[in-house]
Structure formats: structure tokens, C-alpha cells
């Protein structure tokens, strides 16, 4: 039996939106799971290694922040793997599937006893947040109709950053008050409201049926694929050398209380819902435009952070800052790398996430060697600044290189237009 495929054409807006804040509610859950263990490290390191967290706590935070390198690990190898094996599923199938996996992934590592284990149990959580975004931003473009990629992928990553104004502070008020294993199986709750969300509201739409592994992987052969995972990679880095340490940031330097650790929480997720917004807009106008400005702008922000972070204010104002230009950046690189990919659209769209969870391990091993070794808890802003420079650099020669192919008479793709690539 074959099923239609239904679009913007044979959907009500009613519907229409609905699919979409079911899908965005996936984001909702993946933003929690992923990013509750930030304002929850000192917790997590007290209740899995309390003789460590009572000999040393900053080395017990660095070595908990390792929870959140084997998250982002996780998303780093699941992300193509799934979306080149599946490519042909039924979307909707495939994002059920997907679902289910996270519910069970994050009850485990609610529940596992020693802190290896939870952290097998966290890498095994994240394999597949990569998929889920890739597949759920193609139904999602496929809903919002022609000229609105960038925006339907941001209406998606919405959940995500929303995730950050509520679903982080609240959860980790929660994990504060009653642990952080209760916390996590808070978050399993949500992936199962979202199974039934996606069940009742996305239409059903078929995989590519042309699809295979070895068209899929070929992405990988295409230089401009790489230097967009680079960018995604290493430019990243910057938001979570700042993210994964923000607790002990807020509580060692700022001398804040535990207590006020949502409230720093909130203006992060406020910060990357506005500029993942923004960002969506400006990326569908210019991907070149767009990359340039919010890597500026979290370049400025970082070093702002890093001469003020003693200070409420310069706290407050540098993650809301921070977290608007990094989330800014997200649909920007997606759709950069849904260009330069062509027809490998499905591990296109579930690339952009291996890269920036790469950037999340990175800043976050970078971030926890700064601090064992003893450089404070400053010292993970100016190693992201670092990266920022670094990400801004691989932009400049990635954006050269298309010019360079422009003045040989090969079409250069950029999110205003599908146009194809010429690899020479």
C-alpha cells in the first residue's frame, strides 16, 4: 500500500502548525537532555564521585563536564550513520523510532548506578539527536513550502533554544530540589509527549526512494562539506567553552548562589531563541552575510564576558549575547551545508548537528583541561574566543574558495537559490 505525501498544498495552516510544534517539541526534549547537565555538573559530580567532589570540586566539575563530551560524542557518530542508513524510511517512521530511542536512552541514564555507565548511557542518548533534526528539518521545509528553508529549519531548532528560557532552568530547579536523576526522567517524559504529539500531528511523508548509502556518503567527498563541518566544528567551540562551565562560572567567579543558576539559564535560552530566529531570516537572504556578522558579534561577546564575568551584569549581558550569535550561526551552517552537499540532502540536514556537538565536546574537553589545570573558570572564554577566530578563518577561506570557483565559471550555491556545485 503506498501513502500520499502531504504538503502545503493539501495541508490546513491549522495543520500545518501543528506539525510543527510537534516537531519543535522533539526539540524542546533534545535542548533538555543535552543542556540540563550544565546548570546540574556539581550536582551530578557530588552524587557520582563524592570523594572526588569532596577532595577537589573543580576537578570533580571537569571531570563530570565528561558527561557532556560523550552526549555530544554521540551525536557526532549517530548523526550520519542513521540519516545515510535510513534515507529511506518514512520520515514519520523514522522520527517514532527516533523518539523512542531517546526516551529510553535518557531513562537509562536516569537510572544506571556508577558514573561510567551513565556516561555509556549518555553517549548512547545522543546517537540520535542528529537524525532527528536532520529528518525533522526536511518535513519541516517541506511544510513551510519554497524560499523558507533556513526558516523552517529555525522553527525546529526553536525547541531547542526554547528549551533554554524553560525547559533547562526548570529542570534543573528540579534536579536542585530533588536530584539530578529525577531531573533526567522529567526529560524522558517529554520524548514521550513528543512521540504522541509527532504520532497525531505530522502527515506522513515517504523517504527518498533513491536514496542509498553510497549516494549519501558521497557528501563527504566534497571539500566545501568539510570546510562547513569545520566551521559548525571549531566555531562552536566558542559557545560551549562557556556553556559547559557556566554553574561554577556564575557561583566561583560571578558569586552568585546556586539558586540564581536558571536565572543565568533563562538569558542564555532567551539569547538563542531571538538569534535563531534572526538567524533563520538572515540566512535564507545570505549564508555569507549572515556567517560574518554573528561570528563577529560572538567574538565581542566572549571578550566582553571574559572582562566582566566577576560582575552580575556583564554576566548577564555576555550570555545573552553569546547565546543569540551561536544560535544565530546554527541554520546559518545548516543551510550552507545543505548547498554544498547537493543530493545528499538527509545526512546534509543531520550533519550540521555531528558538527556543532563536535564543537560541544571540544569546548567542553578544552574548557575542563583549563580547569583542572588550574586557569579558573575564565579561563574556558578565552579558549573560545580562540575557536571563534578559528571558525571565522575556516568562513573567510570556504567563502574564498567559491569565489575562486566563480571566476572559473562554476556556480556558486548560496541559500537565496538552489543552484548546484561543480566540484572541480
Do not use: C
Request: hydrophobic content about 60%; glycine content about 12%; cysteine-free.
Amino acid at each position: 500500500m503506498t501513502h500520499p505525501i502531504d504538503g502545503p498544498t493539501t495541508l490546513s495552516p491549522a495543520r500545518i502548525r501543528f506539525a510543527l510544534l510537534a516537531l519543535a517539541l522533539g526539540g524542546f526534549g533534545i535542548g533538555s537532555t543535552e543542556f540540563v547537565a550544565m546548570g546540574l555538573l556539581p550536582n551530578i559530580a557530588a552524587d557520582l564521585m563524592p570523594g572526588l567532589s569532596a577532595q577537589s570540586p573543580d576537578e570533580a566539575n571537569a571531570a563530570a563536564g565528561w558527561m557532556i563530551s560523550a552526549y555530544a560524542l554521540g551525536v557526532v557518530v549517530g548523526a550520519p550513520t542513521i540519516a545515510a542508513a535510513a534515507a529511506r524510511w518514512p520520515r514519520k517512521r523514522l522520527l517514532l523510532a527516533l523518539l523512542t530511542a531517546f526516551a529510553l536512552g535518557t531513562l537509562a541514564s536516569a537510572l544506571l548506578p556508577s558514573f561510567g555507565l551513565v556516561l555509556i548511557a549518555r553517549f548512547i542518548a545522543a546517537l540520535p539527536h542528529g537524525a532527528y533534526f536532520g529528518i525533522a528539518s526536511l518535513v519541516a521545509a517541506s511544510l513551510m513550502g519554497p524560499g523558507k528553508r533556513a526558516r523552517g529549519v529555525a522553527l525546529v531548532l526553536s525547541g531547542l533554544t526554547i528549551a533554554n528560557v524553560i525547559g533547562v532552568p526548570a529542570i534543573t530547579w528540579l534536579g536542585q530540589a530533588a536530584g539530578w536523576r529525577v531531573a533526567y526522567v522529567a526529560v524522558a517524559g517529554i520524548f514521550a509527549l513528543t512521540f504522541l504529539a509527532v504520532a497525531l500531528a505530522v502527515p506522513w511523508q515517504a523517504g527518498d526512494p533513491h536514496a542509498t548509502m553510497k549516494r549519501e556518503l558521497k557528501a563527504f567527498s566534497r571539500v566545501q562539506v568539510w570546510f562547513a563541518l569545520a566551521i559548525g566544528a571549531i566555531g562552536f567551540g566558542g559557545l560551549f567553552s562557556v556553556y559547559s562551565y557556566v554553574a561554577p562560572l556564575a557561583t566561583n567567579v560571578t558569586g552568585l548562589p546556586e539558586a540564581v543558576v536558571p536565572l543565568v539559564l533563562v538569558m542564555f535560552g532567551i539569547g538563542m531563541t531571538i538569534g535563531n530566529l534572526v538567524g533563520g531570516r538572515l540566512a535564507d537572504w545570505s549564508v555569507r552575510r549572515s556567517m560574518y556578522v554573528f561570528f563577529g558579534i560572538l567574538a565581542a561577546a566572549l571578550v566582553l564576558l571574559a572582562f566582566t564575568a566577576s560582575n552580575p551584569v556583564g554576566l548577564f549581558a555576555g550570555v545573552f549575547l553569546i547565546g543569540g550569535s551561536s544560535a544565530a550561526l546554527s541554520p546559518t551552517i545548516q543551510a550552507r551545508l545543505m548547498d554544498v552537499a547537493r543530493d545528499s540532502q538527509s545526512i546534509a540536514a543531520a550533519l550540521n548537528h555531528s558538527a556543532l556537538n563536535l564543537g560541544n565536546w571540544l569546548g567542553a574537553f578544552l574548557g575542563g583541561i583549563a580547569i583542572a589545570g588550574g586557569l579558573g573558570y575564565v579561563a574556558p572564554i578565552w579558549i573560545g574566543l580562540v575557536l571563534t577566530i578559528a571558525g571565522v578563518l575556516l568562513a573567510l577561506a570556504t567563502f574564498a574558495l567559491d569565489r575562486a570557483r566563480g571566476r572559473r565559471g562554476v556556480t556558486v550555491p548560496y541559500a537565496t537559490g538552489a543552484v548546484e556545485v561543480v566540484e572541480s
